[in-house]
Structures are given as C-alpha cells and as structure tokens.
C-alpha cells in the first residue's frame, strides 16, 4: 500500500488560463501570446508550432524559455514553493508542463544537455506521469476540457 507523504506541500492546482479558450477557438497563437504574454499555455503552443513548423531551435528555445518564466511566475502566485507536485490530471496546470516540455526538447535541440537533464527531472518532480502524456501527446492542451 503506498503512502502519501505528509510532509510534502499540497499540491499546486491552477486557475483556468484565459488563453486556452482563444487557442481552442483557433486564435494563432502568437495573437494569444500578444493577449496573454503571462501566459505558459500560450508560450508553450507558440514553442510547439514553431518546432512542428520546422523553425530554427533558438527560435523554439527562446520561446519555451519565457513560457518556462511565465510558468514559474504563476506557479508562485498560486502558492507553489520551489517544490512539490503539479498534477498534469489538472488541466490548467497543462501549460506550465507543456512549457517545461518544449524547453526541455529546445534545449536538446540546441545540445544545452545538462539543462534538458535539469528540465526532465523538473517534470518528473512535478508529477512522475507527466512526460508520459507530454511525449504521447505532442499536442499542447487547449481547452480546460476533462477536469
């Protein structure tokens, strides 16, 4: 029988990001991003066409890479510490691990190897589950859909 650990902070549930029902619409995402510039999802999806439109991977880095900060930043409004779990089963917590995500591929890409490590290990920290969606996926999500 496994144990929740209880000392471990709880774990960090997002709000909806407004950005994700202009995605869902079909609003490009660098619109969105000049919308929402606060938000991950937004950061994320723009990283994400970019690097399935075959751009160059500085491009797609620095984009994952202010996706990464704008995550940050909301994780820490939300009381997130520096640690702890952020559940990719809530889907407004989707954007940030999708930023984490396409950086952690950007930084690859760019052979920034250690990083990419420091990255995987953010993710799995978040939630040991996630990159398995994250990799499966290959989509970022869009809608606040299946919460």
């Known amino acids: 029988m496994m144990r929740e ?4 902070p709880a774990a960090t549930l997002l709000p909806t990001d407004p950005a994700s029902q202009l ?7 660098a619109a ?5 510039p606060e938000s991950a999802l937004a950061w994320a999806t723009l990283a994400q066409q970019s690097r399935l439109a075959g751009k160059p991977a500085l491009e797609i880095y620095a984009y994952a890479r202010v996706g990464y900060h704008r995550g940050l930043d909301t994780l820490r409004k939300n009381g997130w510490r520096g640690h702890g779990s952020v559940p990719y089963s809530h889907a407004p917590n989707r954007g940030v691990l999708t930023a984490l995500y396409e950086l952690q591929l ?5 052979d920034e190897t250690s990083e990419a490590a420091r990255l995987t290990q953010f993710i799995n920290d978040s939630d040991p589950q996630a990159l398995t969606h994250l990799t499966a996926n290959q989509q970022p999500p869009v809608t606040e859909e299946g919460d």
């Open 106 to 110: 950007a930084a690859t890409a760019i």
């Open 5 to 8: 650990n209880l000392l471990a």
């Open 32 to 36: 969105v991003v000049m919308q929402h």
């Open 23 to 29: 995605l869902a619409a079909g609003k490009p995402a």
